[in-house]
């Protein structure tokens, strides 16, 4: 149960689930192990798979976007995106899964903050999206309300009458009392505080924002003392079901993946890890205006990074009282940061994944002669001349969430918790299906060669009419994520 991390969100939307972390743990115990997950292949995804539009633009156009033929490109961008916001919008075919009468195993939804796990029901997502109706803009690109569309389609895919009041914790009691849960991984809280970096604004809780769905929520970061509160009110219920064993992760803080971009005023590189400002990822250095770009200081990150430790107190401090195990997540994503490195004894990168690294000819350049992947948490950038990955690796297209070997790397953290404490896994993380199925480095698009530029057709606002829409795809994406209502932001 969870929010995106735990679905298998990447490249701004869900797609593939069998890619999530809890998916590629599932094949690790064995092929008589089998885990019911939803589909979100249709469409390339919801809101938006990001890899899928570049791929369909280079075939259209080929390896570069310019002035010759970015009409065409906009046009191609406009109608695809037309067509799945009408798919996902239901005006096409009808969204129910008849065949799917009893809750998926994986539950979880992203964009649920820690209330939205009991708070948020099928049919509270239903009147929601009545209630908000479609208005179609070309202003508004992406499918409408696609975060209660994706929850109605988790928690009652067959919209049956007997789990329409069914929310995560209503769905996990369910699968409790049929047998049991071995194994429950809780992956939720970083929406909590990821707002603050979709909106590039801190704006606090209030005791109004306790207990309160997500469409009522006016904070982009939970108060350490609110966090406390909704993760012992989520314990609490957790304690009451037949579950055996509760794996709960740490949160890594959130000015590590690249949706930020840090900058420094003498454009330098960052001190003691933090930078001056931190800005949109599509926005180059050299660009950079802090009269004109939205930004967080270098106080507002320090700020971040110590709310998540106290944050992460919190969950060690309740995870030991309620006898759950604590999943060390932040720790590795933080030693594998390479603008954050400091003196740790662990390495984020297993064995098996360096070994199936080399072993793969289209990723053995990965490994450098010293035996040490390259792989890094910047934003994906390809080497023009060799169309091969030079940065990144980690996180995926939309800055934010992971790539599939990104999951693998968690599944991995998860698989080495969940064996000391009992869990029996009959094989190793399969990390050739893995990297096979991490296109954009065995196989990155040709668009990404001028990354800069892609990302500037991509973003492109209202003022500058280069594409066929108002608002810049890259602006609507990141504020799907946000944990409040959207705002206007020119970038």
Not at 136 to 145: A, C, H, R
Request: glycine content about 6%; overall charge negative.
């Amino acid at each position: 149960m969870g929010d995106s991390l735990a679905q298998g969100f990447k490249n701004g939307g869900i797609y593939r689930t069998d890619l999530s972390f809890p998916s590629i743990l599932s094949r690790a115990m064995g092929e008589d192990v089998h885990m019911e997950l939803p589909s979100f292949s249709a469409q390339a995804g919801i809101p938006i798979n990001m890899e899928i539009l570049i791929r369909g633009l280079e075939e259209k156009l080929g390896d570069e976007i310019n002035l010759l033929n970015s009409v065409q490109a906009g046009h191609h961008v406009y109608s695809t995106l037309k067509r799945i916001k009408s798919y996902w919008e239901g005006q096409r075919i009808s969204l129910k899964n008849e065949d799917q009468r009893s809750p998926y195993h994986n539950q979880a939804i992203w964009g649920f903050s820690i209330s939205d796990t009991w708070l948020l029901n099928e049919k509270f997502c239903r009147e929601y999206i009545r209630n908000n109706k479609t208005q179609y803009s070309v202003f508004s690109v992406l499918p409408d309300q696609a975060m209660y569309t994706t929850a109605r389609l988790v928690l009652n895919p067959a919209f049956e009458k007997k789990y329409e009041n069914h929310s995560q914790i209503e769905n996990l009691f369910e699968l409790s009392d049929d047998g049991g849960i071995e194994n429950l991984i809780a992956c939720i809280g970083h929406n909590n505080v990821v707002g603050a970096v979709t909106k590039l604004k801190i704006e606090f809780s209030e005791e109004s924002d306790l207990n309160a769905p997500f469409n009522a929520r006016k904070c982009t970061v939970f108060r350490p003392e609110h966090f406390e509160q909704e993760l012992r009110t989520l314990y609490e219920k957790i304690s009451k079901m037949n579950v055996k064993r509760v794996f709960v992760p740490t949160i890594p803080y959130v000015t590590i993946p690249p949706a930020i971009r840090g900058v420094n005023n003498d454009l330098s590189a960052p001190r003691d890890g933090y930078f001056d400002y931190y800005a949109r990822f599509w926005i180059w250095d050299d660009d950079f205006n802090p009269e004109k770009h939205p930004y967080l200081t270098r106080d507002d990150a320090i700020k971040l990074d110590e709310i998540v430790d106290q944050y992460n107190h919190t969950i060690k401090l309740l995870a030991d009282e309620f006898g759950f195990v604590v999943v060390p997540i932040a720790r590795y994503v933080q030693a594998a940061a390479r603008r954050r490195h400091m003196p740790d004894t662990i390495s984020p990168f297993p064995d098996g994944f360096v070994k199936a690294l080399k072993k793969n000819p289209k990723t053995e350049f990965m490994v450098n002669e010293n035996g040490e992947p390259n792989i890094t948490t910047d934003y994906l950038r390809i080497n023009k001349e060799t169309g091969k990955i030079e940065k990144g690796g980690i996180f995926s297209l939309d800055g934010l969430h992971p790539s599939t070997i990104g999951y693998g790397l968690i599944a991995n953290i998860y698989k080495m918790s969940m064996e000391k404490h009992g869990v029996k896994f009959d094989r190793e993380i399969d990390w050739d299906f893995i990297i096979e199925n991490e296109t954009l480095i065995t196989d990155p698009p040709k668009l990404m060669h001028n990354l800069r530029l892609l990302l500037r057709f991509l973003a492109v606002g209202r003022q500058e009419k280069l594409m066929m829409f108002g608002k810049g795809l890259l602006q609507e994406l990141v504020e799907a994520f946000s944990s409040s209502p959207k705002v206007e932001q020119d970038s």
